[in-house]
């Protein structure tokens, strides 16, 4: 008997979204998503019983169905799969609750730990509250650091937009911290880093990488701070000779202008507010943060927990939507790259 044809249609890409902490905007978004027309098979890691809450506070209709890890070709909006990872209390949007940091901390596990296995094509992340996590006992610095950690490699922040990609040195360090962090070792294993994964997830196939200084003007030649000299221009210079294409060390304050962006691909800033406010300013409802070096797809909004728009059911799901159709995209090219290996390409 021949194949109908939804048979014969490509399984959705399993996407694995977290809910982020139950206190702020995540479920929220997480609720908005699963009841858009977007072609992916969602697989909430979460409580459902905080889905529905958040579904009902937004006005959604949400079909909740337990996750069999079975793959579909289909999917209505409204539906969404999970995975049930249980509150320890339940929220009160708008308030932090340290009771849930373990919770937050399994959902971010489990979606490690399911794209490492080939469970998911990728993961999309909702905002977390950093301060309560560690206020549970529980050092934490951020989601990047913490898949970093599961999945035992080196990894890079990339928050990007359709006009400009920033890459961070250092990421959720104090500034007095910053300078230290920044070493020669340390800059050229992250510029190595951005180069491979312009080329492999972005398809570029000789990026160019404008890196800033850390000081103002670029340390003026030594008059405004020494580390251009000791660290970045040597670590530029080496990276040149391996064919690499890097402009710099550029002072932060002049390499946002049209004429420059025209010559990069992409920004390495050294710290994380050095770059990240341009970025934001200009579209911040179409940014991305992306994990460069991880060996799975993982993307989230550019925004916290927006605690005080919590519970309201106003908070704008634009980058919610952008990061997850960022991970598709990302998804379907390493889906690709995989197809052409096996086809003998």
């Known amino acids: ?101 373990f919770h937050v901390l399994n959902t971010l596990a489990q979606a490690a730990d399911g794209c490492l296995g080939g469970a998911f094509d990728g993961v999309v992340t909702a905002p977390v509250q950093k301060s309560v996590i560690n206020d549970a006992g529980e050092p934490f610095t951020g989601h990047t650091e913490l898949f970093a950690q599961r999945a035992g490699c080196e990894v890079v922040m990339m928050l990007a937009s359709p006009e400009l990609r920033v890459a961070l040195a250092s990421t959720h360090l104090p500034l007095a911290k910053v300078p230290a962090a920044i070493t020669r070792e340390s800059l050229a294993r992250t510029l190595r880093i951005v180069h491979a994964e312009l080329v492999a997830k972005f398809g570029i196939a000789e990026p160019r990488i404008a890196v800033l200084g850390l000081n103002p003007h670029a340390g003026e030649g030594g008059h405004l701070g020494h580390e251009e000299i000791d660290t970045i221009i040597p670590v530029l ?87 997850t159709e960022m991970a598709l995209w990302l998804a379907a090219r390493e889906r690709a790259k995989i197809l052409d290996t096996d086809n003998g390409g």
């Open 237 to 323: 210079d080496a990276l040149r000779g391996e064919g690499m294409q890097l402009l710099g060390p550029v002072p932060a304050d002049t390499a946002f202008v049209p004429a420059m962006r025209a010559r990069y691909d992409a920004v390495l800033a050294m710290y994380h507010d050095q770059a990240l406010p341009v970025l934001k300013s200009e579209a911040f409802d179409r940014t991305v943060n992306i994990t460069l070096g991880l060996p799975f797809v993982r993307t989230s909004v550019d925004h916290g927990t927006a605690l005080d728009l919590a519970g309201t059911g106003r908070a704008d799901p634009s980058s919610m939507f952008a990061a």
């Open 1 to 101: 008997m021949n194949a109908g044809p939804a048979s014969r249609r490509p399984h959705l890409p399993r996407l694995a979204v977290t809910s982020g902490d139950p206190a702020g905007v995540g479920p929220e978004l997480v609720a908005r998503l699963a009841a858009s027309p977007l072609a992916a098979d969602l697989i909430a890691i979460s409580d459902a019983g905080l889905l529905e809450r958040a579904a009902y506070r937004c006005g959604v209709t949400l079909k909740l169905e337990a996750d069999d890890g079975q793959p579909r070709n289909l999917r209505a909006a409204g539906s969404l799969r999970f995975l049930e990872v249980p509150l320890r209390a339940e929220e009160v949007p708008g308030r932090l609750d340290p009771r849930n940091a």
